[in-house]
């Protein structure tokens, strides 16, 4: 399960995303947009743009937006992002948080004209977004609230570039990195923070990483093409019970997912051992409905362009024993 907010899309037009690099996320780094009243879904248009064939004038591209609303991810968690200016790049993982209107800038980070009574509940819900963000990618990577750290923090550390994020902004509110992370770690510690399932789940975006030869030890050969796209895992159990292969427990990988343009296709059905496995996006989206005193989360397990797609999948979904049904936006 992710977080109830968040959704992903990615900037695949962005050079960052095209450059393909990997990372094995360290660490997170919190950064503010200086950029007053634009929220989290206006980036993708604004940044989902290449350099190279000139349509914006800066290379630069985050894991991810937020505002007092919604958490929007636009690259995969483990990509290297250009959001640091420096080394941490090669490690953390980067997000920004969206700052309210109605102010503006002078000599850099001087935020002018900044209202904090008006912004108060505001600047509550971004925090608390970026705290359960934080939880979320802690538990996804076995990190601790030690390992955040806000730009201007990485700059000190000689990480990152000369940028004062989140230091001009925090303190308006009365808090500061130190308090930050300190709420990480008090929900890090809460028994009622999400619970984000380490295990692979249907509709988890995964690709296969780059040393394997085989499926499974002893299984087919995994032809290039393979390598080269996303997968959506479509079971990862039957009849109730795991599969084994080669000794390894694996996941039925589904669709295809291309890596330029994120549309799905006809994938390779197979089965693969999770070890290979590495997490593009826990693409389940769960949401809690209150119904009588009972919770209920509804799953939704992919997207599909093509009805026959969606109508297999629960076809599955209902030999599987679940109560599917479909849903068209
Ligand atoms: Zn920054």
């Not at 690259?75 to 209107?101: K, Q, S, V």
């Not at 990480?184 to 509709?203: I, R």
């Not at 290979?276 to 989206?285: D, P, R």
Request: aromatic share 12%.
């Amino acid at each position: 399960m992710g977080l109830s907010n968040l959704k992903s899309k990615f900037m695949t037009r962005n050079d960052c995303y095209t450059a393909g690099r990997k990372i094995v996320p360290k660490g997170i780094m919190v950064h503010s947009t200086a950029t007053p009243g634009v929220m989290a879904a206006d980036w993708f248009s604004r940044w989902n743009k290449s350099y190279k064939a000139g349509e914006i004038n800066r290379q630069v591209c985050v894991h991810a937006f937020l505002d007092d609303k919604e958490v929007w991810q636009y690259l995969p968690w483990n990509h290297r992002g250009w959001h640091t200016g420096g080394d941490a790049n090669n490690t953390h993982i980067g997000f920004e948080i969206c700052e309210p209107g109605g102010f503006s800038y002078s000599g850099g980070s001087t935020m002018v004209g900044y209202d904090v009574k008006k912004n108060e509940a505001y600047f509550r819900a971004a925090w608390k977004n970026a705290v359960e963000l934080c939880v979320y990618l802690c538990k996804l990577y076995s990190l601790t609230e030690k390992d955040i750290l806000s730009h201007a923090e990485g700059n000190k550390k000689g990480i990152a570039s000369n940028h004062s994020d989140v230091g001009h902004w925090f303190p308006k509110h009365g808090e500061s990195m130190d308090t930050f992370r300190a709420a990480v770690k008090k929900a890090l510690e809460s028994k009622d923070s999400p619970n984000v399932e380490e295990d692979f789940n249907a509709g988890d975006i995964v690709e296969i990483k780059a040393p394997a030869t085989r499926y499974y030890p002893g299984g087919p050969t995994i032809p290039n093409w393979v390598k080269g796209a996303y997968h959506l895992i479509t079971q990862t159990e039957f009849n109730g019970k795991s599969v084994i292969k080669g000794g390894k427990a694996c996941v039925l990988l589904g669709k295809k997912i291309s890596k330029e343009k994120w549309d799905d296709s006809p994938g390779i059905m197979t089965w693969v051992d999770k070890d290979l496995l590495a997490i593009i996006s826990k693409g389940v989206e769960a949401e809690p409905e209150p119904k009588g005193d009972q919770k209920y989360y509804r799953v939704q397990v992919g997207a599909f362009s093509k009805k026959e797609n969606a109508e297999a999948l629960m076809a599955r979904l209902k030999q599987s024993g679940f109560d599917a049904y479909m849903k068209y936006d």
